[in-house]
């Protein structure tokens, strides 16, 4: 029997001819750090620099904009049409800095739709005109994209990912998971359009399906076009598990290189194993999904019926025996990280290295307090402020990185969420439009 060690070292061979050089993925992870003119800079550098010493074969940036005026965070780097030389120079530097180890980096593409903040844009743009039932006044009350504003928004993902290739990023993913905008086309709740954006799951897939599809004949054979993809919305009526099966089927024929798998919303933020609308649901959590840790692998076999292509699932994976056997016995290609790259810079290095065998990822010091304060609180409030306070604890320890320091695992959560906020409304007021 093979150690999980040799499992995890294997190379992973995308589709498209690339081969990534082990399964250990560092997903996406918003970095905030762009300034007031949206493009990637020194402390991106530095960020990759240390992420590409941290033996993962992969890479996926924070999401990258394509609208200025949609951004998920003040602190996004966007682009959104032709770019300068000094944008370029930033990408091809954060590129170059997180391959220098051998290992590969894709660009994460989104739009927010109707998340973008308020302060950020008042009137987002979304399939239809339903607003987040959450938030506190957060979020504003989107505008229905017209069918031109729909045509320009699948041109700007398609631009972002040539660009994406010209600065040397080996491949891109679209985000089409966490309610962003792919993700409320593909929801019946959010998209509620009548025309051929919306209706049946295939009409509802379009804007998603169009992006891809229009990617991979502008970019050369050889480049990743990948896909971020939920494995259900976690919404009555929402998108299903059953939809995600058929849409990822939809997903390989046009020549998708790699999915992966994830789930929930900012409704309901499931990506982080967190339960807004149920306190005790982690109480409830099935046996087999407490074992296997990661929460999305419940999905994976009914997905594996007709998917042959590789696939990645992210959430809660902290052990090698865990990540092993997600390989061996539900056949998933590759292994998605995210918190746990905050707190060590050199995690894929000692899995793989067998110096460790269990992450510990630190989320007890996020929690802004016990009781009432706690993420099981049954004030619905209260467990939203644990929710973006573990964020902004994850935020702030990526800052420390791109700013050449460690991480700093004395910060509380609850100061944690106080200089977010701060940060976040400060970043939001600065962008230069
Ligand atoms: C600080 C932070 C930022 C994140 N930003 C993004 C993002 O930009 N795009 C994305 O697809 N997911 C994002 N996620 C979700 C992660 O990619 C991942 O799906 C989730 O954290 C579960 O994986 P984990 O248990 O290994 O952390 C973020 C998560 C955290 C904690």
């Known amino acids: 029997m093979r150690s999980d060690i040799e499992i995890l070292s294997d190379s992973v061979k995308l589709p498209c001819g690339a081969v990534i050089p082990n399964r250990i993925c560092k997903a996406a992870m918003t970095e905030g750090l762009a300034g007031p003119t949206n493009i990637a800079n020194e402390r991106h550098v530095e960020l990759y620099r240390r992420w590409g010493e941290s033996g993962a074969g992969l890479h996926i940036t924070g999401n ?14 966007a682009i ?37 903040q308020k302060m950020i844009n008042k009137r987002p743009s979304a399939p239809s005109n339903v607003g987040l039932k959450m938030g506190n006044g957060r979020f504003g009350k989107p505008i229905p994209m017209t069918e031109d504003e729909i045509e320009n928004t699948i041109a700007a993902h398609v631009n972002a990912a040539v660009v994406a290739e010209q600065t040397g990023f080996d491949g891109v993913q679209f985000h089409a998971a966490h309610g962003y905008l792919m993700s409320q086309f593909l929801s019946p709740l959010s998209n ?34 990948t896909v971020k993809l939920n494995s259900s919305d976690f919404q009555k009526g929402g998108f ?32 982080i194993d967190f339960d807004r609308k149920d306190p005790k649901a982690d109480k409830k959590k099935r046996e087999s999904t407490r074992k296997r ?4 692998l419940d999905f994976v076999p009914h997905l594996r019926e007709h998917l042959k292509i590789p696939l990645m699932v992210t959430g809660g994976f902290r052990t ?29 290095t000692r899995l793989l290295n067998g110096e460790i065998s269990k992450i510990n990822d630190m989320s007890e010091n996020t929690r802004i307090g016990r009781g009432l304060l706690s993420p ?8 939203d402020l644990n929710a973006w306070g573990e964020l902004g604890w994850y935020y702030e320890q990526i800052y420390r990185l791109a700013d050449g320091k460690d991480p700093d695992y004395d910060l509380t959560g609850f100061k944690a969420l106080m200089a977010f906020d701060k940060t976040e409304a400060a970043t939001a007021k600065a962008i230069a439009r």
């Not at 005026?69 to 602190?75: A, P, Q, T, V």
């Not at 959104?80 to 170059?96: F, H, I, T, Y």
């Not at 919306?198 to 599809?213: C, H, N, P, W, Y």
């Open 240 to 271: 299903s598990d059953d939809d995600s099966v058929i849409v990822a089927d939809w997903l390989q024929d046009a020549g998708v290189d790699m999915i992966e798998l994830s789930g929930g919303n900012y409704e309901q933020p499931r990506m």
């Open 320 to 348: 090698a025996s865990a990540m092993g056997r997600a390989v061996e016995e539900d056949n998933i290609d590759m292994v998605g990280l995210a918190r746990p790259f905050c707190v060590d810079t050199d995690v894929g």
């Open 293 to 296: 840790e990661a929460y999305f």
């Open 376 to 383: 099981t609180s049954p004030i619905s409030f209260l467990r």
């Open 64 to 77: 990258v904009l394509v609208d200025r005026w949609h951004l998920e965070r003040g602190g996004n780097i």
């Open 192 to 225: 509620i359009r009548t025309d051929k954006w919306g209706g049946d799951l295939q009409g509802r897939a379009l804007f998603l399906m169009e992006i891809v599809r229009r990617t991979r004949d502008a970019v050369k054979p050889g480049f990743a076009v």
């Open 80 to 116: 959104d049409g032709p770019q300068g030389n000094e944008a370029l120079a930033g990408l091809a530097d954060m590129a170059s800095a997180a391959k220098a180890k051998g290992a590969h980096i894709w660009m994460q593409i989104n739009h927010p739709g109707r998340q973008t």
